[in-house]
């Protein structure tokens, strides 16, 4: 996985969370603008894999990109003709959105042999989205009024558990020497 990719999707993830926090829109404005990003990250994802089609790619970055497309397919095209149940809607997707990159760690953690050095931290995170994507299906819609907090809260843990992770990675393979200072 490419240090550009995984930076870049991390990006396209706190712009829905900024918004979310500083914009006050209403939760179908945030839903079009989350639908927005996970095209965008789907578009780079396949500028991503083209660039690189004759490289190894990990199965995750497939599985994220048709993850993202569709969700944000479904999101974009869905009519809404009553305001409350397209909250209702937005939430449902948001979290089997967050669920399924919730397993997409776990597995990752698991399977990947790369990544073992990581696997408590892919096995724990992943367990948190999943929880918090069962959490948000539940979502008391008396507290509708928080949700928009509650997804930039979301947003901004996945964002940063990768870019966490990804740097972790890296300075792994290219640690910092003190002595060549």
């Given at each position: 996985m490419g240090l550009g990719y995984r930076i870049s999707r991390a990006v396209i993830l706190f712009v829905p969370a900024a918004v979310a926090i500083f914009g006050g829109i209403a939760m179908e404005g945030l839903s079009l603008v989350f639908a927005g990003t996970l095209l965008t990250g789907a578009f780079l994802t396949l500028i991503y894999l083209f660039i690189h089609?004759?490289?190894?790619?990990?199965?995750?970055?497939?599985?994220?990109?048709?993850?993202?497309?569709?969700?944000?397919?479904?999101l974009i095209t869905y009519p809404s003709p009553n305001i409350d149940f397209y909250d209702r809607y937005f939430l449902v997707l948001f979290s089997i959105w967050f669920f399924i990159n919730g397993v997409f760690m776990v597995t990752s953690g698991i399977m990947d042999k790369g990544n073992k050095p990581w696997f408590w931290i892919y096995v724990l995170v992943g367990f948190m989205f999943i929880t918090l994507g069962f959490v948000l299906i539940n979502y008391n819609p008396d507290y509708i009024g928080s949700l928009h907090w509650l997804v930039a809260f979301m947003l901004i843990i996945y964002a940063a558990v990768e870019l966490y992770l990804l740097l972790r990675r890296k300075v792994d393979y290219f640690p910092f020497r003190e002595n060549e200072m």
């Open positions: 089609f004759d490289q190894y790619i990990n199965p995750k970055i497939i599985m994220e990109f048709l993850t993202d497309a569709f969700i944000g397919v479904v």
